[in-house]
Each structure stands twice: as C-alpha cells, then as structure tokens.
C-alpha cells in the first residue's frame, strides 16, 4: 500500500488498492460497533450503485457532512486515506496529522471510477445499497492530495488566496 503520510497537497495518485464505502450511517455504525477489517484502510464517501454484484456508478459524496465523525473514526480504526469530494474541516485536518490523507475524487465522473471497481463484500446489508459498507478492491482510480498529514489542505489556501484578491479588488 501506498505510504499516504509521504503524499503532500497537490500530489496526484493512481489509486490501486482495498477500501471501504462509508456514508451517513455507516460512520455512526462505525463509531458505535467495532469493525476490525476496516483498521489501518482507506473510506471512500460513496453511496454505490450495485448490481449483480458489479459496481455500476461510483462517484463520491460530499464529505463535509461527516466532519463530526471522522476525527474519532480516524483515531479509533488508524484510518490511511479518506476519498470524497468538497474538503473536510479543521478538526479533521488535525486527525490526520502524521496518519492520513483526504483525496479528492472527481465529482461526476462515477461510472469511470466504477469501472476500476471490484465488489469484494458487501457489510451492513439492512443499511440499503448506498449506505451499505462495501469492501471494494480498486486499480488505477484517478485522485488529487487536496489535505495531506503535515496539516497543509488544498481548500483552506484557495480560501485564502480568495480572501487577498478579495481584499485587493474592494481597495481598487
């Protein structure tokens, strides 16, 4: 497996690798349950479609919405890598220092990463199909290090870099 702590912001990765879908439901279930397959493995904020046990469409979801799980998600199962879209706030950012990495998948492009996509196992079943926790292997899934494990993130120097041009417009 690739060494994410060596990975830094803007790093572009050809993933190959296991990993587990986890949305809403399943970080609760996560927090709340002790799931010893997912130590020391990558999450993918996706809601597959799945059928026949071939992966159909696998674009990522939107990961801002589990801000106030993934800290302890990260602690308690030593989490590698986290693949979403839109960025994770500060206390995430802060998780992961020495451990981790957020990667940002593109947004729309589901049925080209569903390609790349193996079902291995599906977990928690009751949860329904896109908030079911499904063990996929992967190859070759295109990514970019938007939030590496020295605390640098992508998100926060646009924001910043916005914030001065901002500034030098309403000064014109």
């Known amino acids: 497996m690739i ?3 060596k990975l830094n912001v803007g790093d572009r990765i050809q993933l190959s690798a296991k990993l587990f ?3 809403d439901r399943a ?3 996560l927090l709340d349950n002790n ?3 997912i130590k020391n493995s990558i999450i993918y904020h996706c809601g597959p479609i799945i059928k026949d046990n071939e992966v159909i469409a696998a674009g990522p979801t939107t990961s801002s919405r589990l801000n106030p799980y993934t800290p302890k998600l990260i602690e308690k199962y030593n989490i590698k890598a986290i693949i979403g879209k839109g960025g994770m706030d500060s206390s995430v950012l802060n998780a992961m220092k ?3 990495i957020y990667a940002s998948a593109v947004g729309g492009a589901a049925l080209v990463y569903a390609k790349n996509m193996t079902v291995k196992k599906q977990h928690m079943p009751e949860f ?3 908030e079911a926790i499904w063990e996929l292997d992967v190859k070759d899934i295109p990514l970019i290090v938007t939030m590496d494990s020295k605390g640098n993130s992508l998100y926060d120097d646009i924001l910043q870099n ?3 041009v901002l500034e030098t417009l309403m000064h014109k």
């Open 3 to 5: 060494d994410f702590t």
């Open 162 to 164: 916005s914030k001065k």
């Open 128 to 130: 329904g199909m896109p």
């Open 27 to 29: 970080h609760v279930y």
């Open 21 to 23: 879908t986890a949305r």
């Open 35 to 37: 799931f010893d397959k």
């Open 98 to 100: 020495g451990k981790a």
